[in-house]
């Protein structure tokens, strides 16, 4: 949905009086000085930490599926039949079997995708904290 002008300005005006700003600032040097404590790249986190800022400030929700992933790897760690556990049962079941492959083949990307992003976000957001 795009979203005029105006109501960003609105947006970013709440932003500025509710003290958002001074949040994210906060937020940041502590989140600097956690990244030091565990030998963390502090200008590596500082960018990590930029770009989610940015997509809160756009609006984008978590993806489902990469909260899937998320939760199976908090959970269990990575497993050899993650794709299998992924796995939609009901629709794969109507698909032939090119289909199948497809969308194993699909899903296995997204999944790659998704590890990635876990990894990433795992060194900045969980490490030390679980």
Avoid: P
Wanted: glycine content about 4%; hydrophobic content about 30%; some cysteine.
């Amino acid at each position: 949905m795009e979203r005029s002008l105006k109501t960003l300005a609105k947006e970013a005006k709440t932003r500025m009086k509710k003290g958002f700003w001074q949040q994210c600032e906060e937020r940041l040097v502590s989140e600097k000085a956690h990244a030091k404590e565990q030998g963390i790249n502090e200008s590596k986190m500082e960018r990590y930490f930029a770009e989610k800022v940015s997509t809160q400030i756009k609006g984008e929700v978590q993806d489902d599926f990469y909260l899937r992933v998320r939760d199976l790897l908090l959970s269990e760690g990575e497993v050899s039949d993650a794709i299998g556990r992924l796995t939609d049962k009901e629709y794969y079941a109507t698909l032939s079997y090119a289909d199948k492959q497809r969308y194993t083949l699909d899903l296995s990307e997204k999944y790659l995708r998704a590890l990635e992003r876990f990894k990433r976000e795992y060194e900045f957001e969980w490490k030390g904290r679980v």
